[in-house]
């Protein structure tokens, strides 16, 4: 049985809990994909291999992270593994690190408010989490600046620098406290998550489905922990070396006082939270990134880029989705033809990469339907994670 249909269809009107399929050589039929037919019901994907068994197994905590160029998928993609692991019995929170929240849509239930949300349908626990970005900003604001003050003056203060402030003006140094690096928004809303899972009401997930930024956040957010290390790390030290002397400077001009240890302590908790996200990001045994893409030359040429820089950080990355590939058809017009053979063209790129022709290539056919809900999500599921 294979799947059939050259595009998602975008009518309201149609019944999120029906699909189209049709055996080939034969007239279609509709399949009610209710919860009893979904488990039921044996499709086969356009190719093989995504490995679920291993994926499924063990109830040691995982965590996978889906990501790659905007628009090829991931939101639904990420929704379907988590409904998939909820109904092999694993607890599973699934979270959006894009500031362009789609898990809602997919889902189609309202998850907003930066709170855990149960998912109502898989038959283990499925919540869900959407982070507003602008709270990780605030929050990076807040670690620069003392209780009651702003900007870079209150922080060299609070630092015990704040002799050096007007020196350092030149330097710009509060545009880059005061204004959030790149990354920081999602790095931020992994070390939360990280924070949630610590806590005993949480040590219930043994997986958790990450629904990355498109791939140039990701870029960012992957570098971002060692430049915040680094960055952070002068920074302290700094504060160490002249510590005394600015000490000894006070004492002479009658201005000794305690130090205040505000701005300082925020920025290394901080910068202790960016060092678990890389952590995370580069555990072999608890962690996983998957590469989203499409069947054209340019999704696969950024897939490619984004896989060797995976590598680069040391981040583990075995699977890669092509998803959006029109399905065999016993006969096409024009438009599928020459669809057909330019998605080719593009899927023969993956196996002669240098980056992506070592990872395991699962193909997702292109549907008619929308995917949103967990039913559409289920039926989704079966096909990708096999």
């Not at 140094?173 to 959030?180: K, N």
Request: glycine fraction near 8%; include cysteine; charge should be neutral.
């Amino acid at each position: 049985m294979e799947v059939v249909g050259y595009g998602h269809s975008l009518r309201p009107s149609h019944p999120l809990s029906l699909f189209k399929f049709r055996p080939t050589f034969s007239s279609a039929i509709l399949i009610s994909l209710n919860k009893q037919t979904i488990k039921s019901l044996q499709v086969s994907a356009v190719a093989s291999p995504a490995g679920f068994d291993e994926m499924v197994s063990g109830n040691q905590r995982k965590y996978y992270m889906l990501g790659g160029k905007g628009g090829v998928g991931k939101t639904s993609c990420a929704a379907s593994l988590a409904v998939k692991f909820a109904n092999n019995g694993h607890p599973t929170l699934v979270v959006s690190t894009d500031p362009a929240h789609s898990l809602s849509d997919s889902f189609a239930q309202d998850l907003t408010g930066g709170t855990l949300v149960p998912v109502e349908g898989p038959y283990s626990p499925l919540f869900a989490l959407e982070l507003n970005p602008e709270k990780a900003k605030e929050e990076f604001r807040s670690a620069t600046q003392i209780s009651g003050g702003s900007g870079i003056k209150d922080f060299m203060d609070g630092m015990g620098l704040g002799v050096l402030a007007e020196q350092l003006g030149e330097l710009k140094l509060g545009e880059l406290l005061d204004t959030p690096p790149p990354g920081l928004d999602e790095a931020i809303a992994i070390s939360k998550v990280m924070q949630f899972l610590e806590s005993p009401e949480y040590n219930m997930f043994t997986r958790v489905v990450f629904d990355t930024a498109p791939t140039g956040h990701t870029l960012r957010l992957l570098s971002l922990p060692d430049f915040l290390d680094k960055s952070i790390g002068k920074i302290l030290k700094l504060r160490q070396k002249i510590a005394s002397a600015t000490s000894a400077i006070k004492s002479v001009f009658g201005q000794e006082g305690t130090p205040k240890p505000d701005a300082a302590d925020k920025l290394e908790r901080l910068r202790e939270r960016m060092i678990k996200v890389r952590e995370l990001f580069r555990d072999t045994t608890s962690t996983e990134f998957i590469i989203v893409t499409i069947p054209t030359v340019m999704a696969i040429s950024e897939s490619s880029r984004l896989c060797a820089s995976l590598k680069m950080e040391d981040v583990p990355v075995k699977r890669l989705i092509a998803n959006q590939v029109l399905p065999t058809s016993a006969s096409d017009c024009k438009f599928c033809s020459m669809k057909r053979k330019d998605q080719s063209r593009a899927l023969d790129m993956i196996q002669n990469d240098q980056e992506l022709s070592s990872l395991m290539l699962v193909q997702a056919p292109l549907v008619d339907v929308e995917i949103r809900g967990v039913p559409a999500l289920q039926f989704l599921g079966d096909i990708v994670w096999k």
